[in-house]
T-cell receptor
Framework: AQSVTQPDIHITVSEGASLELRCNYS??????LFWYVQSPGQGLQLLLK??????LVQGIKGFEAEFKRSQSSFNLRKPSVHWSDAAEYFC???????????FGKGTTLSVSS | DGGITQSPKYLFRKEGQNVTLSCEQN?????MYWYRQDPGQGLRLIYY???????QKGDIAEGYSVSREKKESFPLTVTSAQKNPTAFYLC??????????FGPGTRLTVL
């Protein structure tokens, strides 16, 4: 069955430090890949998405993600974290246009000063 | 502005009552979805609809029902058969390859 794994439940990063959130998926073909961010009590906001082409994708708020087919991974990165980045981050996969996404269980990011 | 509206933001229900959560979108999206979110569980799919008058069960459809009579509306009814309905409910919509867009959510609490 298709699945998404976010190995880190909670990560703490110092403000100004770099960030990498991990995401691995299980599927036979290349899926559509997404990263979302959620602030407490709010809906999810799309950070970036990968459908095909260049494996390094740029998103909003200075985030980027790299698709690595050999590792079935789609890790999210940011070179310098700001306190406002503290939130919960979800990786998701979809398997064709218009179908429902499968989500990982999320990684909570805390930012220390 | 185009977007997804969910109402109410907070909802309280007594055990044994049915309750309906509203979801409206003015994005002209074809597909709509309902997800349930519980702490540490991520998002789990309840129902989705790719076209008016058609919908499919997701992973946790038991105790829930939906309708899709209009393109812009996809209400979710939480029935008394849902044994643990307290959760955060997220409605979403999508079109083609543009990703899924989420509403602000409804927090349902059973008293």
């Amino acid at each position: 069955a298709q699945s998404v794994t976010q190995p880190d439940i909670h990560i703490t990063v110092s403000e100004g430090a770099s960030l990498e959130l991990r995401c691995n998926y299980s599927y036979g073909a290349t899926p559509y890949l997404f990263w979302y961010v959620q602030s407490p009590g709010q809906g999810l906001q799309l950070l970036l998405k990968y459908f095909s082409g260049d494996t390094l994708v740029q998103g909003i708020k200075g985030f980027e993600a790299e698709f690595k087919r050999s590792q079935s991974s789609f890790n999210l990165r940011k070179p310098s974290v700001h306190w406002s980045d503290a939130a919960e981050y979800f990786c998701a996969v979809g398997f064709r246009s218009g179908t429902a996404l499968i989500f990982g269980k999320g990684t909570t990011l805390s930012v220390s000063s | 502005d185009g977007g997804i509206t969910q109402s109410p933001k907070y909802l309280f229900r007594k055990e044994g009552q049915n309750v309906t959560l509203s979801c409206e979108q003015n994005l002209n999206h074809d597909a709509m979805y309902w997800y349930r979110q519980d702490p540490g569980q991520g998002l789990r799919l309840i129902y989705y609809s790719q076209i008016v008058n058609d919908f499919q069960k997701g992973d946790i459809a038991e105790g829930y029902s939906v309708s899709r009579e209009k393109k812009e509306s996809f209400p979710l009814t939480v029935t008394s058969a849902q044994k643990n309905p307290t959760a955060f409910y997220l409605c979403a919509s999508s079109i083609e390859d543009r990703g899924i867009h989420f509403g602000p959510g409804t927090r349902l609490t059973v008293l």
